[in-house]
C-alpha cells in the first residue's frame, strides 16, 4: 500500500544513547542494531518530503517522587535523565536540524507533549512508527496514535527490543488490535 506524503509522518521512537549506546544505562543490542534499518525509514521518508518527528524520552530526576503508582525508575532504574548523555539521540541516527523532536516523559509520545498539536497542524493522518522499544513506547505510541484516530503502521524491521519475542508480542498486537504492520521494503509513497 502506497501512503500520501501529504498526509504522513515518520514517527521514530527514543533512538538515543540509554538505549541504543553500548555505554547507556539501558542499552540493548538490537536497539543498536536497528539504527541502520531506522535510517532506512528516515531516508525513504526524506526522498518522499515526509516530516520526520522524533521522540526523546527524558526523565527529571525527581519526576517519580510522590508517586503513587507510575514510577519507570522503580522498574528500569534511573535512565535517560533530564540533561545527560543518555537522554541524547544516538549520533548514528540521520536526525537534522529542521526535523521536529518531542520529548516525553512516559511510555507514550501523546501525553502531554506537543505531538497532536503538530500532527494536527501540518495535516497528518497516516504514522510510520519504528524506533525501540518494540514493546513498549513504540507500542504504547502505536496504540495512543489509533485511540487518537490516526492510522498507526508498525515498521516491524525497524525496532529495537530486549528479547525477540517482545518485538513479535508488539508487531501481533499492533496489528490485530488498532493498527497495520509494515517493512522497509514495503513502504512506498504516491
Known sequence: MAYDPNSTAIVVVDMQNGFC???????APASENSIGPVNDVIEIGRDADVPIVFTRDVHPL???EGNHYYDEFERWGEHVLEGSWDAVLVDDLDARDDDHVVV??????????DL?????????????ICG??????????AGSAGLRDYRPVVVEDALGFIEEDHREYAVDHADWLFGEVTDRAAIEFH
Open 21 to 27: 549506546h553500548p555505554d547507556g544505562s539501558l542499552y
Open 132 to 141: 525501540t522499544l518494540a514493546n513498549v513506547c513504540v507500542l504504547h505510541t
Open 104 to 113: 516525553k516523559h512516559t511510555y507514550h509520545a501523546f501525553y502531554r507533549t
Open 62 to 64: 525527581e519526576q517519580f
Open 116 to 128: 497532536e498539536g503538530y500532527l494536527d497542524t501540518h495535516g497528518i493522518d497516516d504514522l510510520l
